[in-house]
């Protein structure tokens, strides 16, 4: 089981960019092999995928976020990134990270880091 703890968040102008980063304690095979995700939840509403990205690298992005966000991984850091450019203020969230194993189908959840984007 990895845990993951989430930073890089702040307050932005729309149009800038953020880059949040996501460090796994615990064992690094155990942590390639899991499917990183980042979501975000605004006040109010729902928590909703972001973007995740396999052991293999593969990737999927939420259609709001296409084309701005990327998300990327460093098995040797235990480390899942989620660059976020072209900001707006509807991208205004707390983003956490949410580490899967598929073999044992168990998850865990950073704290969260807010992310602001003003107008």
């Known amino acids: 089981q990895v845990q993951p703890v989430e930073s890089g968040g702040g307050l932005v102008q729309a149009g800038g960019s953020l880059r949040l980063s996501c460090a796994a304690s615990?064992?690094?095979?155990?942590?390639?092999?899991?499917?990183m995700s980042w979501y975000r939840q605004a006040p109010g509403k729902q928590r909703e995928l972001v973007a995740s990205?396999?052991?293999?690298?593969?990737?999927n992005y939420a259609d709001s976020v296409k084309g701005r966000f990327t998300v990327s991984r460093d098995n040797a850091k235990n480390t899942v990134y989620l660059q976020m450019n072209s900001l707006k203020p509807e991208d205004t969230a707390v983003y956490y990270c949410?580490?899967?194993?598929?073999?044992?189908?168990?998850?865990?959840w950073g704290q969260g880091t807010q992310v602001t984007v003003s107008s």
């Open positions: 949410y580490s899967y194993s598929l073999p044992t189908r168990l998850g865990s």
């Open positions: 615990g064992s690094a095979s155990i942590f390639s092999g899991n499917v």
């Open positions: 990205i396999t052991s293999s690298g593969n990737t």
